[in-house]
């Protein structure tokens, strides 16, 4: 018997085993009450479970009150947040995939608009107005952009207290039921400020070198690897390009992910830009699978596992990325918004399912009679 396509073949990572190699992209839905997962979150992630996808993870997930992308972002600084997220992570294994969480602080890109109200920096005087605990920090004095506020320095006592905020979070991501937990190290949030010669001007032992600059990032994954059971997969999100002339590089990213390696992060998932507003218009070219070279450049050079995103459109070209060896997983995220079922259909689509076995028994009977009526009209003409 053949082995199946490369896409649909497992993979296992420390204690836990992926049934295929389709991942579903963080994308952040700006719905959570304090921080409290909803009933959008329930069925936004569960749909991805019922469609066959290996490993579901959350959007940026706050490690702290102040740190989150917006008001309504998900949280987890709270051990009230375990619940919402134990209720998703329930009902994602019960249909077969696996539950991840992404944790993050968002430093100098904390507090923007919802997508859907244009996505932009939200006021000092708007924040101020809320009520509410907000702050933007970064390495140093230096905006994302100008619409951006100019963040607070972090002191070295309150890059110590974040830190213990990643590690605190990743417990209660334990105790929610995530098999995996990710670090969002890219797109220009805390972790990415860091790394990024253009927003870190420090002078002090988190700036200046390139092993100076990347201290924030491998300190906070060897603790949060410490605090995680022996057999969790830990994966790290990086801005493998920041796209700035003269910013964070590919050898940068190597360097990185060589240092990630040593500490126990298991999956590095290939992202680039967002550093800043003019990083949107960069030197990055997009196009289809544009990332995946960086997912290829960083396994080969280093030998970690590596997560392949962007603009991954078909089963066949998901595929060939995992066959021949470029990426180990790969992730999609608005794809798997327009088809939820993208999985089994990609199953389907390389042959591995004359039926609708990928598909929920409760739907199965159903799409297996539509189907035989469209034969049967078929043959009448």
Not at 52 to 77: H, N, Y
Not at 158 to 166: C, Q, V
Not at 327 to 338: F, I, K, N, P, S
Request: aromatic residues 6%.
């Amino acid at each position: 018997m053949a082995a199946p396509p490369a896409l649909l073949q497992p993979l296992s990572l420390r204690g836990v085993t992926l049934k295929n190699r389709m991942v579903v992209s963080p994308m952040c839905q700006h719905s959570a009450v304090d921080g409290i997962a909803q009933d959008w979150h329930l069925v936004h992630y569960g749909k991805f479970a019922l469609g066959g996808a290996a490993l579901v993870l959350t959007e940026s997930t706050a490690v702290t009150s102040d740190s989150r992308v917006g008001f309504a972002d998900l949280g987890i600084w709270d051990d009230d947040h375990i619940p919402g997220l134990r209720r998703i992570a329930d009902f994602i294994h019960a249909n077969g995939a696996l539950f991840g969480i992404q944790l993050a602080h968002a430093g100098r890109k904390a507090f923007s608009e919802p997508l859907w109200e244009g996505g932009r920096p939200l006021s000092v005087e708007a924040l101020d107005a809320s009520g509410l605990d907000w702050c933007r920090v970064g390495p140093s004095a230096i905006a994302a952009s100008p619409e951006w506020s100019v963040p607070d320095v972090l002191t070295l006592e309150a890059i110590s207290e974040i830190k213990e905020a990643f590690v605190q979070a990743a417990r209660r991501a334990d105790a929610a039921g995530a098999d995996v937990i990710e670090l969002h190290f890219g797109h220009g949030y805390l972790l990415a400020s860091f790394l990024s010669p253009h927003s870190n001007k420090r002078s002090d032992a988190y700036g200046g070198s390139l092993e100076n600059r990347m201290r924030l990032a491998v300190e906070t994954a060897r603790e949060v690897r410490a605090a995680c059971p022996e057999g969790k997969p830990l994966f790290a999100r990086l801005s493998c390009l920041d796209g700035a002339e003269g910013g964070w590089d590919m050898e940068d990213s190597v360097a990185l992910a060589e240092a990630l390696k040593e500490v126990g992060v298991d999956v590095v998932d290939c992202s680039s830009g967002g550093l800043s507003e003019a990083t949107r218009r960069s030197n990055v070219p997009r196009g289809i699978g544009f990332q995946v070279p960086f997912a290829e450049e960083v396994r080969a050079r280093t030998g970690i596992a590596t997560q392949a995103v962007g603009i991954i459109l078909t089963p066949e070209q998901a595929d060939a990325v995992v066959a021949e060896g470029r990426a180990d997983l790969v992730a999609l995220g608005r794809e798997m918004l327009r088809t939820p079922y993208w999985p089994a259909e990609a199953a389907r689509a390389l042959g591995c399912a004359e039926t609708f076995e990928p598909w929920p028994l409760q739907h199965r009977e159903w799409l297996a009679k539509r189907q035989g009526a469209l034969e049967r009209l078929d043959k009448a003409d």
